[in-house]
């Protein structure tokens, strides 16, 4: 696994960056070329453990597709190998070469921008810099990716009218280490908790769906 090298002129702003996350998917979605594609690598390079976030970000966007199972065939392993790594204690992602080289063109980036924009005007305005202990700490990037993987799973699964649930929850998340904002990561865990109880308890096929996607993938 590895991430691709950054190229200056459309790279994500490093670690150390400001900006807040509309600001900078502004400045990715305003290059000329529209049709340039923004690969993961690149979009990864130098965002450290924030890189995560952006990782996460990314990998959610198709979930707010409105075709019912098409997202999770995407978002979901992504979403599942994304909160294993925060289990094992990386301090920043690792993504297969077959990933990295890929990633949406601008345009496409900017069009679900737009689609989500009611979501990422109301999380912005949520966020900011506190408790980061509450997004790092060791137990809980391990909670926070136990369960992203949880939740993975279910978006991974055929379940009608799921999408957006799914999408928004793990974009907090994702938001959560794109702002370090250990408030909002405590808000994600209550809402993903409720969720994720809420179908084990409401869906009684849902262990035989998970079994049926796993026995898929072998």
């Given at each position: 696994m590895t991430t691709l090298p950054p190229d200056a002129s459309s790279a994500p702003p490093a670690?150390?960056?400001n900006r807040d996350v509309i600001e900078w998917l502004d400045s990715l979605c305003a290059g000329e070329?529209?049709?340039?594609?923004?690969?993961?690598?690149?979009l990864l390079a130098d965002l450290r453990?924030?890189?995560?976030?952006?990782?996460l970000f990314i990998s959610v966007l198709p979930g707010f597709i409105p075709i019912p199972g098409a997202a999770g065939v995407v978002s979901g392993p992504l979403s599942i190998l994304i909160g294993l790594q925060l289990i094992?204690?990386?301090n920043q992602p690792l993504v297969p070469k077959f990933v990295a080289k890929r990633g949406p063109k601008r345009s496409t980036?900017?069009?679900f921008g737009n689609r989500i924009a009611p979501w990422l005007d109301?999380?912005?305005?949520?966020t900011r810099h506190r408790l980061e202990a509450l997004v790092y700490s060791r137990p809980a990037k391990a909670f926070s990716g136990l369960l992203i993987v949880l939740l993975g799973l279910l978006f991974a699964l055929p379940i009608p009218f799921t999408n957006y649930?799914?999408?928004?929850l793990l974009l907090m998340f994702a938001f959560?280490?794109?702002?370090?904002d250990g408030g909002l990561t405590l808000t994600a865990w209550i809402a993903s908790t409720i969720t994720i109880l809420g179908f084990a308890l409401l869906s009684s096929g849902l262990s035989d769906l998970i079994g049926h996607w796993l026995a898929k993938l072998r």
């Open positions: 670690g150390n960056d070329n529209q049709d340039e594609v923004l690969t993961m690598g690149r453990e924030r890189g995560f976030g952006m990782f094992l204690g990386l980036l900017k069009r109301r999380l912005n305005r949520m649930l799914f999408a928004v959560t280490f794109l702002e370090r």
